[in-house]
């Protein structure tokens, strides 16, 4: 797409459960005001994922919603799950539906990026001299890993032992670090891979070709690796001192829950999760908040930046997606904060937010 151009485009959101519904609502209003001031017209069809699908259908992903997906531009889903669909014996759980929208569209890296927002350093519980000038962009391999390996219960002996098996194919970390390597391009030119190499004969293999493929493709790339345990550490020690993280599955999971508290809340976190070809998906890194659900005072923020990286990916959209972040940054810069984030200032609730983010979208039209 050309800059400038008009852009027509399918969007498929996927709200999902608890507090999804809502914070989805003020994202996808976010994007038509988007679309009214750049003159782009957007399309919206709701589909079901989730323990609302499991309900509705019994099944947490109905190819109804697979086949919405394939076909459209872009996804944008809320969250999933919940303590009604908790039931260890159930037939099956919410997540399924997530994990199964990943891998039927290939959505083999989850783009995570954590950098705080300068009027939000108190929010974090981590000290200003430590989270300052921390901008670091997780890419975690999403595909595949032990959330994909073979899996189940034996007996052995007598006991019941339950297994899950952790896998990855040179090919699966070749395709996650070379996109890793093309986003440090972009940045500061630095990657760090993270692995479990002293234990784990997979952090080995992913350690192999993660070298040789930023070694290979990447020679202005700055590399390095950190073992997982440690990069626990170090990310509340000095986390300033990342650019771009790649690591696996569940590596990147335990991980980015952690850098999350950097910015104060996981509130005001987006992900993109990508492929090749097709759309990609977007979505708050946090999960569906049951307990605050239904009560309007969930943070809107981070599915509305999930919803600036969907122009960037998705639609290369750029001016739109700096449009919506200077929106949401121009909001916490006047004050306004969700309950998650208000440290004492009187808070505003999910709708209110959305609005104050739609009004400044528009007004710097
Ligand atoms: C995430 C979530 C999911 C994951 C769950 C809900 C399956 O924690 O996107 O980080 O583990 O990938
Ligand atoms: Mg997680």
């Known amino acids: 797409m050309i800059k400038g151009e008009f852009v027509d485009a399918k969007i498929v959101l996927l709200p999902g459960d608890g507090i999804g519904p809502e914070i989805v609502e003020q994202a996808q209003l976010a994007l038509q005001a988007i679309a009214n001031r750049f ?22 992903l109905p190819d109804e919603s697979i086949e919405a997906c394939r076909a459209a531009d872009a996804i944008l889903l809320g969250a999933v799950g919940g303590p009604k669909w908790d039931d ?13 929208i990943r891998k039927e569209l290939g959505l083999f890296a989850n783009l995570r990026p954590i950098c705080p927002h300068a009027d939000l350093l108190d929010a974090s519980p981590l000290k200003r001299e430590i989270i300052e000038g921390v901008d670091i962009l997780f890419v975690r391999e999403l595909t595949g890993g032990i959330y994909f390996g073979d899996s189940g219960r034996r007996n052995e002996g007598g006991q019941e032992v339950a297994y899950n098996e952790m896998n990855y194919s040179v090919g699966e970390v070749e395709r996650v670090v070379r996109l890793a390597g093309e986003a440090a391009m972009k940045r500061n ?9 002293n234990v784990l004969e997979v952090s080995r293999l992913w350690r192999e070709v993660a070298e040789r493929v930023i070694r290979d493709e990447f020679p202005e790339v700055q590399y390095d690796v950190v073992l997982v345990d440690a990069m626990a550490m170090h990310l509340i020690s000095h986390p300033a001192d990342f650019d771009v993280v790649v690591t696996g599955n569940m ?7 952690e ?27 946090h999960g569906s908040a049951p307990d605050i659900a239904g009560q309007g005072i ?8 999930a919803s600036a990286m969907l122009l960037r990916h998705s639609l290369n959209l750029q001016d739109e997606a700096n449009a919506i972040e200077a929106a949401v940054a121009s909001v916490l810069d006047e004050g306004h904060r969700t309950p998650d984030i208000a440290a004492g200032r009187e808070p505003v609730g999910t709708t209110t937010m959305g609005k104050l983010v739609t009004d400044a979208i528009a007004k710097a039209s």
């Open 88 to 100: 260890p014996r159930a037939k099956t759980r919410p997540e399924v539906g997530l994990l199964k």
């Open 259 to 285: 850098a999350s508290m950097l910015p104060g809340s996981l509130g005001l976190l987006p992900s993109a999760s990508l492929g090749e070809p097709g759309p990609g998906l977007y979505e708050p890194i």
């Open 298 to 305: 969930a943070n809107p923020l981070a599915t509305i930046l």
């Open 39 to 60: 003159g782009h017209q957007f399309s919206f069809e709701s589909q079901m994922i989730g323990g609302c699908a499991i309900d509705e259908t019994g099944n947490p």
């Open 189 to 197: 030119r630095r990657v760090t891979s993270v692995d479990k190499a």
């Open 251 to 257: 590596f990147g999971d335990i991980l980015t829950d």
